[in-house]
T-cell receptor
Framework: ETGVTQSPTHLIKTRGQQVTLRCSSQ?????VSWYQQALGQGPQFIFQYYREEENGRGNFPPRFSGLQFPNYSSELNVNALELDDSALYLC??????????FGQGTRLTVV | DQQVKQNSPSLSVQEGRISILNCDYTNSMFDYFLWYKKYPAEGPTFLIS?????DKNEDGRFTVFLNKSAKHLSLHIVPSQPGDSAVYFC??????????????FGPGTSLSVIP
């Protein structure tokens, strides 16, 4: 059974650029959530996908968007990057009656 | 508006003693509470949880207590070990039986267990 894997692990982008982060869910999990963790803070909920549909969203602007694919893997896209978008981005997968399993995260730096 | 609060950013405890990490929440719709542990350069890992119908759940050295009327929960680690040194996140969600409920995290408490 493979765990949650995220790619890339580190990324540096320039302000104004666009970025795509990827997540492979744990086998058997149909729900994926994305979180942003700024330095010294807890993970902040961005959005959640269940069976390829977004079914929950946190307080993030529309330039944060996502996709979930039929194999339940997922992407997080961020357009028009801002310096404050620099953070650790965490993906978590789960199914009904399981806890969320997190990947190791993608460290995004916007310069 | 922070729905899950952990008012102690850090805690130091001697090895072998009890560690008590506290958490408060504001949303009375929360029905399920979790603790996650995070080491540097790793994602959070699930530690222990409790449903709102219980007031205590125990798993080995870890016990979580829930006081629903006070909207307060705590994690007790006994005895504390140096390997427990990590950041601990309190989290909450709606009913666990559905996949639809997002999990809201607190800001975390950094625990240092001193040998």
């Amino acid at each position: 059974e493979t765990g949650v894997t995220q790619s890339p692990t580190h990324l540096i982008k320039t302000r104004g650029q666009q970025v795509t982060l990827r997540c492979s869910s744990q086998s058997g999990h149909n729900t994926v959530s994305w979180y942003q963790q700024a330095l010294g803070q807890g993970p902040q909920f961005i959005f959640q996908y269940y069976r390829e549909e977004e079914n929950g969203r946190g307080n993030f602007p529309p330039r944060f968007s996502g996709l979930q694919f039929p194999n339940y893997s997922s992407e997080l896209n961020v357009n028009a990057l801002e310096l404050d978008d620099s953070a650790l981005y965490l993906c978590a997968s789960r199914s009904m009656n399981t806890e969320a399993f997190f990947g190791q995260g993608t460290r995004l730096t916007v310069v | 508006d922070q729905q899950v609060k952990q008012n102690s950013p850090s805690l130091s405890v001697q090895e072998g003693r009890i560690s008590i990490l506290n958490c408060d929440y504001t949303n009375s719709m929360f029905d399920y509470f979790l603790w996650y542990k995070k080491y540097p350069a790793e994602g959070p890992t699930f530690l222990i949880s409790i449903s709102s119908i219980k007031d205590k759940n125990e798993d080995g050295r870890f016990t979580v207590f829930l006081n629903k009327s006070a909207k307060h929960l705590s994690l007790h680690i006994v005895p504390s070990q140096p390997g427990d040194s990590a950041v601990y996140f309190c989290a909450a969600s709606g009913a666990r039986e559905t996949s639809y409920d997002k999990v809201i995290f607190g800001p975390g408490t950094s625990l240092s267990v001193i040998p």
